[in-house]
């Protein structure tokens, strides 16, 4: 009965786009907290991505199914300004930093003292931010400017990197699943990511717990590549969640 329902639960959101929690449980007939479970399991096998009360298709092809950075900005603002905050003790001076252009490195951005550090960041948000500070160096990826996600998409990035040693990467992501695998929403903020994953000595993932046992469109890389996983989970929780 589960199995039939799942697929008529992905049927209606093919032939839809998107489906409110609300209108699957009425045209089902079912409880709008079978529906959530039946969300929850087909999140985790990947073949749809939940939000605020709605689900859609995973849609690969498209490689872009993400919120725009107004949309993540409005979205658990208190507990990405927690983990931020967290994460400052990891910042020294005269070390070179990179941040990405997800809400919550905006708001560690914005809570940065104003001390000798370089920051590389594909944010405009960020950049913006950090113009009004005297003893930052800011270096922006440059490129073309995605207005829905506030940031730049550079071809050169990895011949610019090549002039950089980062000491610390700071990111978030879309998404964590069960197996430790680390989601972002779109090929452009995924590249950036990735590239510097490689290249940071070490990094730093800023992660809400909305994200945990979900998928998105693009693999950016696993935990077992992160240095430290920030996150506003409870050390029970913690110890819950490891793959």
């Known amino acids: 009965m589960k199995a039939v329902r799942h697929q008529a639960i992905l049927q209606l959101i093919r032939e839809t786009g998107s489906q409110s929690t609300e209108n699957l449980a009425s045209h089902l007939q079912v409880s709008r907290e079978?529906?959530?479970r039946d969300l929850q399991e087909l999140q985790t096998q990947g073949q749809l991505i939940r939000r605020h009360g709605w689900a859609k298709i995973v849609k690969r092809e498209t490689q872009d199914s993400g919120d725009s950075f107004r949309v993540r900005q409005k979205s658990h603002q208190s507990r990405k300004a927690d983990i931020a905050r967290q994460a400052l003790s990891w910042i020294d001076e005269g070390m070179v930093i990179a941040l990405d252009a997800s809400s919550t490195c905006w708001s560690l951005a914005?809570?940065?003292?104003?001390?000798?550090?370089t920051v590389f960041t594909n944010s405009?948000?960020?950049?913006r931010e950090l113009s009004k500070r005297q003893n930052i160096q800011l270096i922006s990826s440059g490129g073309r400017l995605l207005r829905k996600y506030d940031c730049y998409v550079n071809p050169a990035l990895f011949s610019q990197l090549k002039t950089l040693e980062i000491d610390l990467f700071l990111f978030s992501c879309e998404a964590v699943d069960a197996a430790g695998a680390i989601w972002d929403s779109n090929d452009s903020n995924a590249e950036y990511k990735i590239a510097l994953l490689r290249r940071a000595a070490q990094s730093l993932l800023l992660l809400d717990k909305?994200?945990?046992?979900?998928?998105?469109?693009?693999?950016i890389g696993h935990l077992d590549d992160v240095t430290q996983v920030i996150s506003d989970?409870?050390?029970?929780?913690?110890?819950?969640?490891?793959?």
Do not use: F, H, W, Y
């Open 34 to 36: 079978t529906i959530r």
């Open 110 to 117: 914005r809570q940065l003292p104003d001390i000798g550090i």
């Open 124 to 127: 405009a948000r960020v950049c």
């Open 210 to 219: 909305s994200k945990l046992n979900r998928t998105s469109e693009v693999q």
């Open 233 to 243: 989970l409870s050390d029970a929780e913690q110890q819950n969640e490891k793959p």
